[in-house]
Each structure stands twice: as C-alpha cells, then as structure tokens.
C-alpha cells in the first residue's frame, strides 16, 4: 500500500460553486485553474474534486451520465488535464469522485438496460418482479420514497438507493465490475492519483435485511478486485465514504493487509445535534460526546489505519453553525474547531470555504434551495401536516445540504466575486468572511488555518505522534500526540464561558498555536492552545 496518504492535506472542492470564469453562474474548472496558487497557499497538498462529469444534474454530479467525459458546463478534457498538470506542478495530487454504486439514468448503460429483459446490459442494474403487484421490499430511497421504480416498458422494478434517476449498478455482474476497472485505470493512466469512493459500502447489498443498505455479503472480495486490478498497480489513494461503520468494520476495510481502501471517513460525530442522527431534527449539542467519538476512533485505527478527520463537506451544514457560536465567537470557535480536531492523528480534509469559517447562509424562501434531498424532505414532511411552512423551513435551514454548497465569498464585489452573472444557487458575503479580506488579517480563520498546517507538517508527533485523551470534563479537553520524545498538548475550551485550567495541563512549554493574544488568562471562551513539551 502507498503511504503518501499519512502526510496528505485535503482540501475538497465542490466545482459547481467554486468560481465561475464565463458568467454562466456555474463554477468550472477554468476557475479552479485560477485559484490554484491561492490553494497552494493554504498549506494543502491534495484536493479531492467533487464530480465534474457529464451529468443530467439530478443530484448535482452525483448521477453520472458518462464516466469518462467532463461536463460542458466545467469544461473539456483538455482542461481537465491543464488542471491535473497545474496541480502536479505545484506538488498538489489529485483525487477524483469515484461514483460507482449508481449512475444517472440517462448513462447509456442504463438507457439499453431498460428497453428489454434480454438487452446485453439488463444486468447492469438490479431489476425484480413486482411481488403481490407491489415493490420486491420495503426498502426506501435516501431522498425518500421507496427504493424501486416500476418501469412499465418492462413490467419489472429497478433499484435505487437514492433518487429515481440513479439506478443502482448490479456488482453481481462481472462485466460491471471490469468496467469499473477499466474506468479507473483510465482516470488513473491520464495521470489522476486517487478517488474519494461515494457510498463504496453499498456496492453490496444485503437483501436479507429489512432497510436499504449496503455491507453485503461479497463488499471485501469486489474491493480487492478493483486493488488489483487497477488501483495497486497505480498506487492509487483511496478514502471511501462508508457511514454508519465501526472502527472495526473500518479496520477491515482499510488494514493495510487487506488490499482493499487506503482510508474510510468517519461521520459519527456529524450526527451529534440532530435527534436519531436525523438532519432535520435538531437538539442540543453533546460536546463531551463529540470528543469522545473523535477520541474513540483514533483508539480504535491506531493499529493498522489511519484516521480521516472531517468536519465539513457538501452533505453538511457548516461546522461553525453546527457546532461553535456564529453570534459571539465566531473566529474562536471556527479556530477552536480546526485546532480540536486537525491536531488529532490522521488526514486532515478541509471543505471550500471551511478555511474562511463560514457559517451558513440564510435562506428567506423554499425557491432559494437546489438541492434534490431538501426539495423531497420538504415535500414529505409537509404531508404529513405535523409542521406550519415556517417550521419547514427552520428545519431545512438547519440540515440542508445547501448550507454547504453556496458559493465561495472571494471579494466584496457583486455575488462576492463568484460570478458576474446569475448564480445557480444563492451567494452569501458577509462582512469579514471573505478570501480578500481574510488574506489582509493576519487574525482571520485563512491565517490561522495556514499556520496549523504548517505546523502539522513541521512537527513529527504532530504529524503521526501517538495520541492519548488526557481529559474531557466540562466542555474542557486535553490530549497529547508524543513522537521523538516530543509531546504536543491540545487544550481546549469547548464553551463560550471562562474556564479553569485542568490538572493536566503542561506547566512550561512553548506555545505553537493559540487562537488568543494571551500568554496566560486561560481558558478563555473557545481557546484552543497547542503547547509543545519535551
Ligand atoms: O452521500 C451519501 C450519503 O449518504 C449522505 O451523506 C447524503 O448526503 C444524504 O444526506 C443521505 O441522506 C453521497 C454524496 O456525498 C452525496 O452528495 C450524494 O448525493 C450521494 O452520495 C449519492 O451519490
Ligand atoms: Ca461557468
């Protein structure tokens, strides 16, 4: 296994709101190409690119209609492969969105599986016999309803796990699988050095089970397959998005024996503040819980693993709103989030905008969201006539995927620099949340982000030192990360009021980052230190 992953940085773009460069309102890659110095800047050395392939757009790129083409509305091949260059000169790698448990239902796979039972692609997908004149099972659709669609033309039922319009591929079938492969070995020959796997987990299905899932009986054997057949022989890094794992189903998808991912992310804390887990139904935030998680993981990948550290990304609303105080300490709780987390053993990912501490923007009006899975929710929870249309909105403002995906505040100007035309989702500037102004401050969020990268790779046991939790009392936590005979302390004040220091603090010590002028005083609100100790 390739190990260049342990000192990865990851800074993940959402093409579709990054920068648009020709006023149609739509981000494109001509954009990233421009801002590529600017991402240098940040102390990354990775970036994982959200889908930029031909899509009929249902699900934003997620349904792709082509697996080997890029989008007109980003570009063409050839800037595709300007951007690739531009990255690898300027040391940054480059993973792809590797789509694989569905495609769009307009890939022409898809459009020849469904004319007739004996077309050669029938088994390209999952089809079933209605029974009792009704769905196969009762498993629902990620953006709701259920997970099969009756297709007249051929009296049978297709999967799909998410919308109608992304069919889920039959893994069964080898052929899908050679494709896959090919696919990958394509992207991977053109110099591209790894992927991000959506909803990898799912690729194998278990139909014994009574909800829509994945973790089949046959996931491992269709990952090695794909390790050997194209991404070993690249050294290609993969990070599979796998929710709802153990760290011991992750330990068995990534241990480096296994020949099977690189890394999985791990989203457990990303359910804390939502009641069930479910986006839409907010409750207080378990702070403590929130460390534990975190801590849990690192326990629990230390052997043979390595963590991914996210808190961020175009599923999610932004971490300052989730979980700091956007009102009264912005600043300090977006650093104090970045110091938690990023000092913590693993591969930092960082979403556009995350670097700025973006909060979410407002939307005043249902007109104003995009997404595919907030249009359906809001739709079903209004039939059930439990909510005023005041309280579904709240709720969408409050999980919304779109909190995440408006575009990138550059500047001041019109739509924050983004577009000189209409964009195709709303823009929020605030005062103070933008790249421009960021980059005059030395106390912005930009700044504080650079220099903990900075310090991450300077430092070894910053880097890969072991991790231990010390204390998590009080919304007050304290862990070390030792390698060298160098231990690194991480302290910090998960709260909006002063606090005491724990017994466990380190007396003496050089301070490398503090999101405070104070050299004493603490713990102020949202402090985060990190103290370096012999
Ligand atoms: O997301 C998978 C996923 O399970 C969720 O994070 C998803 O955002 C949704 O909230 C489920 O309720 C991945 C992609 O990241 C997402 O953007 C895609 O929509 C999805 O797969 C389908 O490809
Ligand atoms: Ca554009």
């Not at 659709?141 to 099969?148: D, K, L, N, R």
Request: aromatic share 12%; proline share 5%.
């Amino acid at each position: 296994m390739e190990q260049w992953h342990k000192e990865a940085v990851v800074y993940q773009i959402y093409p579709k709101s990054y920068l648009d460069t020709n006023g149609d309102g739509i981000g494109d890659l001509r954009g990233i190409i421009n801002k590529l110095d600017y991402i240098k800047s940040l102390g990354v050395n990775t970036v994982w690119l959200s889908p930029c392939y031909p899509s009929p757009g249902d699900d934003n790129g997620y349904d792709i209609s082509d697996y080997r083409g890029i989008a007109a509305e980003y570009g063409t091949l050839e800037e595709f492969k300007e951007l690739l260059d531009g990255m690898h000169s300027r040391g940054i790698r480059l993973l792809m969105d590797l789509v694989v448990n569905h495609t769009s239902d307009e890939h022409q796979w898809f459009v020849e599986s469904r004319k007739s039972r004996d077309n050669p692609y029938r088994d390209y997908y999952i089809w079933r016999d209605p029974v009792d004149g009704k769905e196969p099972n009762g498993w629902t659709a990620a953006f709701g309803g259920s997970a099969w669609e009756y297709d007249e033309a051929t009296g049978q039922y297709y999967l799909h796990l998410f919308s109608k319009k992304q069919p889920d591929l039959n893994w069964e079938n080898p052929k899908v699988r050679q494709e896959i492969a090919d696919m990958i070995n394509y992207w991977l020959d053109m110099g591209v050095d790894g992927f991000r796997c959506d909803v990898i987990n799912n690729i194998s299905k278990d139909f014994t089970r009574p909800y829509a899932g994945g973790n089949g009986p046959r996931l491992h054997e269709f990952l090695h397959e794909l390790h050997v057949k194209a991404l070993e022989p690249h050294k290609a890094l993969t990070v599979g998005e796998t929710w709802g794992l153990t760290p011991a189903q992750a330990l068995d998808l990534t241990g480096e024996a296994r020949g099977e991912l690189t890394m999985t992310f791990q989203f457990e804390h990303l359910l804390l503040g939502r009641v069930g887990g479910d986006k839409f139904d907010p409750e207080p935030l378990d702070k403590k819980a929130f460390v534990d998680i975190l801590a849990k993981w690192e326990e629990g990948l230390k052997e043979d693993s390595y963590p991914v550290l996210v808190m961020e990304n175009h599923d999610q609303p932004r971490a300052l709103s989730r979980f700091g105080d956007r009102e009264n300490y912005p600043y300090e709780s977006a650093t104090m989030l970045a110091a938690l987390l990023y000092g913590m053993r693993g591969v930092p990912f960082i979403y556009q905008g995350q670097e700025l501490g973006l909060h979410d923007p407002t939307f005043q009006s249902l007109e104003e969201y995009r997404d595919i899975e907030t249009l359906n929710a809001y739709a079903e929870l209004k039939a059930t006539g439990k909510w005023t249309d005041e309280e579904l909105l709240a709720k969408m403002q409050y999980g919304s995927r779109d909190c995440g995906r408006v575009p990138m505040p550059w500047n001041t100007e019109k739509e924050g620099g983004f577009t000189t035309g209409t964009p195709w989702l709303k823009t929020q500037i605030d005062p103070g949340f933008t790249v421009a102004e960021q980059e005059e401050d030395p106390k912005s969020v930009l700044n504080f982000y650079r220099k903990l990268f900075e310090l991450r790779k300077s430092i070894p046991a910053l880097a890969d030192g072991e991790f231990k939790l010390l204390w998590n009392e009080d919304d007050v936590s304290v862990y070390t990360r030792t390698a060298e005979g160098v231990t690194v302390y991480v302290v910090c004040n998960f709260s909006a009021e002063k606090k005491d220091i724990p017994s466990c603090f380190p007396h003496g010590g050089a301070i490398l980052l503090n999101n405070y002028d104070n050299e004493k005083e603490w713990l102020q609100p949202y402090q985060a230190l990190w103290i370096k100790t012999r």
